[in-house]
């Protein structure tokens, strides 16, 4: 089955302590993405990644780092997380270099909570 | 800039009533593309349409139907007869065509409550 799968799918952590969201996707997409959806605001853009040679920042990057070293994973790392980090975030893919207009594809979430 | 406004933010329905999710999109781009996504309570993103500016046949696809008019900058999804499956948050979405890095545009949401 084609899919995006993201894990864990919850996480509770305490301020400081470095964690990883993995992402995966089956599809051969070269475009990977994350988004975070809070309250109010919707989905914003963290980083994306047109293939594995391209990586960088969209709308909300602070605090957040990521690497595309093989096409298929794009794993989302939290250096030290802060209460703010607290939220729902997504990895999206599309077939190609994320150009306007591809249909992007999202993982199931995963509800981070940081104390 | 570019800007996807969903100004209800809940909408409470019974089953069997039709109703309109309102999105209203700004952008200088010519060519774009607006999407809606779902996110049922389980909380997946599920994609339902894709649609480019060239393109404003409007379009029916069992109970959903989307009514796309450049003239208002408005990309408006109905659901006729609804069920209370469809109860879900509801995104449209906003794709321009010289996005740097693919970014998606989303409104805030609109969250749809069907009772029986």
């Known amino acids: 089955e084609a899919q995006v799968t993201q894990n864990p799918r919850y996480l509770i952590t305490v301020t400081g302590k470095k964690l990883t969201v993995t992402c995966s996707q089956n599809?051969?997409?070269?475009?990977m993405s994350w988004y975070r959806q809070d309250p109010g605001l919707g989905l914003r853009q963290i980083y994306y990644?047109?293939?594995?040679?391209?990586?960088d920042k969209g709308d909300v990057p602070e605090g957040y780092k990521v690497s595309r070293k093989e096409k298929r994973n794009f794993p989302l790392i939290l250096e030290s997380p802060s209460p703010n980090q607290t939220s729902l975030y997504f990895c999206?893919?599309?077939?190609f270099g994320g150009g306007a207009g591809e249909t992007q594809y999202f993982g199931p979430g995963t509800r981070l909570l940081v104390l | 800039a570019q800007k996807v406004t969903q100004a209800q933010t809940e909408i409470s329905v019974v089953e069997k009533e039709d109703v309109t999710l309102d999105c209203v999109y700004e952008?200088?781009?010519?060519?774009?593309?607006l999407f809606w996504y779902k996110q049922p309570p389980s909380g997946e993103l599920v994609f339902l349409i894709r649609?480019?500016?060239?393109?404003?046949q409007n379009e029916i696809s069992g109970r959903y139907s989307w009514n796309f008019q450049k003239s208002t900058s408005s990309f408006n999804f109905t659901i006729t007869a609804s069920q209370v499956v469809d109860s879900a948050v509801y995104f449209c979405?906003?794709?321009?065509?010289?996005?740097?890095?693919?970014?998606?545009?989303f409104g805030q949401g609109t969250e749809l409550s069907v009772k029986p």
């Open positions: 599809m051969n997409h070269e475009y």
């Open positions: 999206a893919s599309s077939l």
């Open positions: 952008t200088r781009d010519t060519t774009y593309y």
């Open positions: 649609r480019n500016s060239f393109d404003e």
């Open positions: 979405a906003l794709s321009g065509y010289y996005n740097q890095g693919g970014k998606l545009i």
């Open positions: 990644s047109m293939n594995v040679e391209v990586t």
